[in-house]
């Protein structure tokens, strides 16, 4: 698990390695920059790196014996057997990362001559070939080798051949990849917006419209980062990137390769499909076991934390792999998540790592955790001292994220027709706004060009189609993990996001995952299949966040809710809807304060209040 970064078009090694610096805290183990001046321009390829698999060596950039180069964020969990199936290619390493440039070398056709220089015109700020999205673009001859990988990833790779970068992301974007084009036409991409700050011309600035949906949704929709045209590279999609006889970035192909749907089969047989889900979950937790480093668990106490758990205790004691430590935080020993935690520890007999956060946490801390979450959640503080307490003593964790979307495990879910309300009311609240006039298409912000709670929220299945495909997933729950985590040199794993639990996931009838007040009744179905205890398994889901520190959470807004309704007036268009949510209201401030306000990164050590009373101007 890695930072990665890069420039094609403008730009110098200097600047790449300034840019490849801002993710340090991704890469702990090393920093390398490969940069080529070309015939119009300049590549540019950055790697912070993580050192989780072959450790010793698989630095990177890697370069293939035919010159082309690969940058990684990841981790490929098939890898040994693409090495097994590839004879032909002379590989240096014994890692992983190496199994996606030998896939491309032994799959790629590269031409003795260069081609011409790309052509492109003008779309939603990104010069574009016109066939960029039509079927045959040059994105799609690589959608057949991006799929035998199976893992986690963002990845780009240069072949100086074909004079071609390629962007790329895994599935369910569980790696994140951001890009923005800058006034001369040079193409940045990066881990996090954060190391975009490295290069000297870009200005961060906040994307107004793209802030009202994720204040009305509650999380950002699509591509879209809450920062004015930087996109993210779109989960499950290939984008091939060239530059034209003027040195600019030109965007030539895009193509998916990858489509997760849910799709209920009523003919299962309830028993069957439990087995399977249990099976499938342990498949996915066993490849995220395989590491050359200490692995730990986040154990919250919640129904999916611990399933991880009992199935890692299984994996343990049938293979040779150690019994992974737990780690949990919360804000008092009464808390009753803690309590839940302990017993699943105690039932398993795993070392226990507790830690009882201390008062004012808050206060002291959320301004460092705005600068690594690049987002407005002021809730959900524990992620920090959770992660930074486990990367004392493991690289990598095990999570229980992406259970709730898969299995129904919202609130929300059991009754969809007001949340459709909530969020059409939120959404009125937004002057000016059209829901139904976004400019959208492949490799632009957003997937699609209008929003409909009515008809998104019209059936269990609709809504979590709409939250896997559009954000709440890969941009909140999976956002969290990846920045809080990596921003203390942690790789965060999760078991329940492998590709055959999902598929099994997706056949389940919607009341088998939600009936009434109840919610993941198939996977707690089969959860009673192990030794997890019964009181475990029928725990309701408890609100991350609020439940883990009630008390310090509310006392923060009960403190500053006047200051946050005072705030809202300096956020025009979207003053009347932060009036409604005092905690967005504080959460856009501190936001403001970090990410727009000059030296961010040197104000996020200090104390909230000495932030959020001094901002710079906001658009």
């Not at 190391?195 to 009305?216: K, Q």
């Not at 799709?263 to 979950?281: I, K």
């Not at 299984?314 to 935080?329: D, G, K, N, Q, R």
Request: aromatic share 8%; with cysteine.
């Amino acid at each position: 698990m890695c930072g990665i970064s890069g420039l094609l078009g403008q730009g110098s090694s200097d600047i790449a390695a300034e840019i490849a610096k801002c993710l340090a805290h991704r890469g702990p183990d090393g920093c390398d920059v490969f940069s080529d001046e070309l015939e119009k321009g300049t590549i540019s390829l950055g790697h912070s790196r993580l050192s989780i698999i072959d450790i010793a060596d698989s630095n990177q950039p890697i370069v293939s014996p035919r010159g082309v180069v690969l940058i990684h964020n990841g981790e490929i969990y098939n890898f040994r057997k693409i090495r097994e199936s590839i004879s032909n290619y002379a590989w240096s390493t014994s890692g992983d990362s190496e199994a996606i440039i030998a896939l491309h070398s032994n799959s790629v056709e590269t031409r003795p001559v260069a081609p011409e220089f790309a052509r492109g015109v003008m779309n939603c700020g990104i010069m574009q070939d016109p066939r960029a999205t039509e079927p045959g673009n040059p994105a799609e001859k690589h959608v057949q080798w991006v799929s035998k990988l199976s893992g986690i990833w963002s990845f780009a790779i240069w072949d100086p051949a074909l004079r071609e970068l390629i962007l790329c992301r895994d599935p369910m974007g569980v790696k994140p990849l951001v890009r923005t084009i800058l006034h001369d036409g040079t193409l940045l991409f990066a881990s996090e917006v954060k190391a975009l700050y490295g290069h000297p011309e870009f200005i961060a600035r906040p994307d107004i419209v793209s802030l009202g949906i994720r204040l009305a949704f509650e999380y950002p929709l699509d591509r879209t980062t809450l920062f004015e045209g930087v996109t993210q590279v779109a989960q499950g999609t290939i984008e091939t990137w060239s530059l034209d006889g003027r040195g600019r970035a030109i965007l030539t192909g895009v193509s998916n390769y990858s489509w997760d749907a849910f799709e209920p089969m009523h003919e299962l047989d309830f028993d069957s499909q439990s087995s399977l889900l249990l099976e499938t979950l342990k498949s996915g937790v066993k490849d995220r076991m395989i590491s050359d480093v200490p692995v730990g668990m986040v154990l919250s106490g919640g129904l999916d934390s611990s399933l991880i758990a009992t199935l890692a205790k299984e994996i343990s004691e049938e293979t040779s792999c150690p019994l992974p430590e737990c780690w949990t935080v919360a804000g008092s020993e009464e808390n009753p998540d803690l309590t839940a935690s302990r017993i699943v520890a105690s039932s398993l007999d795993m070392e226990h790592h507790i830690s009882i956060l201390p008062d004012g946490i808050f206060w002291k801390k959320l301004p460092l955790f705005a600068w690594n979450g690049e987002d407005l959640d002021i809730s959900v503080l524990f992620w920090q001292p959770l992660f930074d307490a486990m990367s004392r003593t493991v690289r990598v964790g095990l999570c229980g994220q992406g259970a709730d979307e898969l299995h129904g495990g919202y609130s929300r879910y059991s009754s969809l027709s007001n949340h459709s309300k909530i969020i059409e009311s939120r959404l009125k609240l937004l002057p000016d706004f059209d829901p139904n006039s976004l400019p959208s298409g492949p490799g632009h912000p957003w997937a699609e060009s209008e929003i409909s709670p009515i008809l998104t929220y019209s059936s269990l299945e609709s809504a979590l189609q709409f939250e896997i495909d559009r954000g709440q997933l890969s941009n909140f729950q999976l956002r969290l993990a990846d920045r809080h985590s990596m921003a203390v040199g942690l790789e965060a794993r999760v078991p329940f996001l492998s590709k055959s639990h999902r598929e099994e996931s997706y056949k389940l009838p919607a009341d088998w995952r939600v009936s009434g007040i109840n919610e993941k009744i198939a996977l707690r179905s089969a959860a009673k299949l192990t030794s997890l205890p019964s009181e475990i398994i029928s725990r309701p889901k408890m609100p991350a966040g609020t439940a883990t520190t009630p008390s310090m959470y509310h006392a923060l807004l009960q403190e500053l809710e006047p200051h946050a309704i005072e705030w809202s007036e300096d956020y025009g268009d979207l003053a009347p809807i932060l009036k409604k949510q005092p905690d967005m209201a504080i959460g856009i401030r501190l936001f403001h304060a970090i990410h727009f306000t000059e030296d961010g990164a040197e104000r996020s050590g200090k104390d909230l209040m000495t932030v959020i009373d001094d901002v710079g101007d906001w658009a």
